[in-house]
Structures are given as C-alpha cells and as structure tokens.
C-alpha cells in the first residue's frame, strides 16, 4: 500500500519503545518492594498480592476491549490516554501514603498499560511489511523483556538507599518525555471503523477474564487455597462468562473481538506457545526471588543483581531472534527454544539453599534464552497469517491471554510450592523449614518443566507462514 511509505517509523517506534519499557518496569520494579511494603504499612502477603493481583485483573478487563478501542479511536488519541493514565497513576503511587492510595494508582496504572500494549502490536503490524515483522517485533521484545530484567536490581537498589516510593519518581520523567514525544512525532495509522458497541460483549468479557484472573490470583495468595469457595466460585463465574462471550462474538455480525481469528492454524499454534512461555516466565520470576530471598539469605537488591545477566540476554536475544526469524521462519528457533527452557527448569528443580550463585545465574541466563527463542517467533508468525482487518482482534487476544496466562502461571506455581512445603513437613516433623522451601521450590520447577514439554509437542505444529499474502 502506498500510504504505508508516507509513516515516520522510527520517531513512532521511539514513542512506542520509551511508553513500553516504563509500563512494563513500574509492572515489575514494586514485586521486589512487596516485603518492605508489608513492613511498612503493616499488611499481611496476602494483602500486599493485591497490589500485583489488582493490576493483572485490571488488565484482564480492560485488553478485550482494546480491539474495540483501536477500531474507535485514533493512533495518537489512544497514545496520549494511555499515557496520561500512566502518569496520573505513577504520580498518586509516588505520593501514596497509604495501601489504599497505592491500591488505587496500580488500577490507574493498568489502564494505562492495557490501551498501550495492544496499540504498540497493533501499530508495528501496520506500519511494517510482513518480511520485515520479525525485526521491528524483536526491538519491541528488546524493551519488554530488558525492563523486568533491571527492574528488580534498580528497584533494590532504591529500597535500600531511599524508599519505595523513588521506583515511581524515577519512573515519572520518562513517562512525561515519552508524552511530549509521541504528541511531537506519533502519526495516525490505523483506519477507524466505528463498529456497534455491544455492552452485553463488554459485560460478559470482564465477567469472564476478570472471573478468571481473579479466581487463580486468590488461589495464588494462600487464604484457603483452591478449595475456598470464593476460588470456586470465581472459575467457575469466569468460564460461564467465557463461554458465553464465545459464542456471543460468533454468533455476531460486528463482534468486539472477532475469535474467528482462529480459524488461521498457525495463529492459534502461536497463541498456545504464548501462552506456554508467559506461564513459564512469569512463575519462575515470581519462585527464583523467593527462594533468592527465603532460601540463601540474600536482599532484594542481591537476588535481582542475580537475575539481572539472564534478563539483559533475554532482552539482547529478542532482536537477534527477529532477524533470524525473518531469515529463517519459526520452526528451527521454537523447537530447540522449548527444549533449552525445559531443559533448565529440570536443572533447577535439583537447586538447595548450597548451591553456588553462579549456577543459579547460568540456568536462569539459559531460560532466559530458550523463551526468547519461542516468544518473538510464535507470536509473529501467528499475527502474520491474519488478513489486515483482523490485526486489532488478533494483538487483542494475544495480549488477553498473556495477562491471563500471568495470573494461571504465578498461581499455580505458588500452589505447587506451598503443596511441596507443606508435603516435606508432613513427612519430616521438626525438619528444617529451609528444607521444606526448597522442596516446595523444586516442585514449582519441576511444574515449570512439564509445561514446557507440552510445549515442546504443540511447537512440531509450527509452519512458516508465507508472507506475500497481504489482504
């Protein structure tokens, strides 16, 4: 098409890449300020999850509706929302005196990240040609991923020499520039549709998605486990809702989210593997600090400065694996990205409180770099083979389930560990409670692992999409 040589990509790209990686930072900098917070507002684990829980269910909302939102409003009125948003949220958090008001600018925080995230996917399908997908997506996969990695060093960092509260002042200057940025340079690029809001869709996707995140978020806390009847309850609120908003957008002409998308092989293969890889990232970063933390003794700051390596490659790799992805499609890098995840999760399910840091920094450098070798590629070459119309549905899906996936991942490994630790007590009565967490540790890896075999069989799926296809 011609209008898509008249885009000022990198100015664009520069906007999307700064809003991003302080979205995705401020998302992950407060895990490592959780233990402080409990002391210094006086909160119980289980109150302090909110914080994380609160957020992720205000993302498993709001993404749905973003298909609708990116077909209603412009490229840059969304930008400017999104970030405005962030900033409001990142401010009240910088001021915050109390749990509640910190409660309160995560919520604002979140809608902010779920307008951003599906517009940053969105806008790079538009703006680049299907060959050259894999590249502009592996930047994209630079910042998201390099963000979480120095998140936690910065964040302990901070900690000890300020206070909580400078991961958000920090956070505010780059937010402010990325504003000013995007209303100088972003462009508008995608076409506005204004397709019927159907408000019985939106109703039955916040009961579904948020049903769900929020029954495995409560699971995941440790107040009664997956037995409460408020856990129950949720799931079983949150796959009716499912259900229901399925079959609603099919039975559609106009649906807010168009799961027809589908019915494209490869892009369903791809949703599986994102799936899979956000479930493995996501509870392996939640395990690895606890047992950082409970297990060798060390700070907030020492357990992210162990991590830092395996984030920086991750982040280092993602580029990396876009070209070889555009050069070489998805198979060859999917295969043995599975094999290598899987591989150092058995590593490190065999990992005691007497093993050197060093080991523990290869193996979580190697899982770094076996998700990397999925992520980039799965998700691109499943975006690839939907026509043009359906880009908004297909990056809001995707987006959807990563939160989602978030959520089921954190929650079942931390059932699984709990279920490990509390297996070892019952079968070493007075043993000792370092024994017990590495038990339960090595339980929640061993988890880890069988995910990524499953992933493994469902990656022999995987074809190259051609890319000359644009409709």
């Given amino acids: ?177 990325a504003l000013v940025f995007g209303i100088a340079f972003m462009q508008n690029v995608s076409s506005i549709t204004k397709p019927k809001i159907d408000l019985l869709s939106i109703a039955l996707s916040t009961i579904g998605f948020g049903g769900i995140v929020f029954g495995f978020s409560s699971a995941g806390e440790g107040s009664g486990g997956w037995t409460s009847t408020k856990v129950i309850l949720s799931l079983v609120i949150g796959v009716v809702g499912l259900l229901l908003f399925g079959w609603r957008q099919l039975s559609m002409k106009q649906p807010m989210i168009n799961l027809r998308a589908f019915r494209y092989p490869m892009f369903s293969v791809g949703v599986v593997m994102i799936f899979i890889s956000m479930m493995i990232i996501l509870s392996s970063m939640l395990v690895l600090p606890l047992f950082l933390q409970g297990g060798f003794g060390k700070s907030a700051f020492y357990a992210g400065l162990l991590m830092l390596p395996g984030g920086i490659i991750n982040g280092i790799m993602s580029p990396i694996m876009g070209r070889l992805f555009d050069k070489y499609g998805p198979k060859w890098l999917v295969f043995p990205g599975f094999l290598v995840a899987a591989a150092s999760l058995w590593f490190f399910s065999g990992v005691t409180a007497a093993s050197a840091a060093f080991l523990v920094i290869v193996l979580h450098t190697c899982l770094m770099i076996g998700i990397s070798m999925v992520m980039m590629p799965a998700q691109t070459n499943g975006l690839n083979q939907l026509p043009r119309e359906y880009y908004p549905d297909g990056t809001a899906i995707m987006n959807t389930l990563q939160q989602v996936a978030g959520a089921i991942g954190t929650a079942l490994a931390v059932s699984v560990m709990s279920a490990g630790q509390e297996h070892y007590a019952e079968a070493h009565p007075g043993g000792n409670p370092l024994d017990a967490l590495t038990s339960g540790v090595s339980n929640a890896f061993m988890f880890g692992m069988i995910i990524a075999v499953i992933g493994f069989v469902i990656a022999l799926f995987i074809k190259r999409v051609p890319v000359n296809h644009q409709k």
């Avoid at 609160?54 to 973003?66: E, F, M, R």
């Avoid at 405005?84 to 009240?92: A, C, E, R």
């Avoid at 779920?114 to 299907?130: A, C, K, Q, R, S």
């Fill in 1 to 177: 098409m011609q209008t898509e040589k008249k885009f000022k990509v990198l100015p664009i790209m520069i906007s999307l890449l700064i809003a991003g990686f302080i979205g995705m930072f401020s998302e992950t900098a407060l895990n490592i300020a959780l233990s402080d917070l409990m002391q210094v507002m006086h909160i119980t684990p289980s109150t302090a999850q909110w914080l994380t829980t609160g957020y992720l269910l205000t993302l498993g909302i709001l993404v749905p509706v973003s298909g609708l939102l990116l077909q209603w409003f412009t490229t840059r009125q969304l930008f400017i929302t999104a970030l405005s948003f962030s900033i409001v949220g990142t401010l009240i958090a910088a001021l915050a005196p109390s749990f509640e008001f910190l409660m309160v600018a995560r919520v604002v925080q979140a809608i902010g990240t779920g307008i951003m995230l599906p517009l940053m996917f969105n806008t790079i399908l538009v703006i680049f040609p299907p060959e050259k997908r894999g590249g502009a997506m592996g930047i994209i996969g630079l910042v998201i991923m390099f963000a979480p990695a120095v998140g936690p060093t910065i964040a302990g960092l901070l900690i000890e020499n300020l206070s909580w509260h400078w991961i958000f002042w920090l956070s505010l200057p780059f937010l402010i520039l």
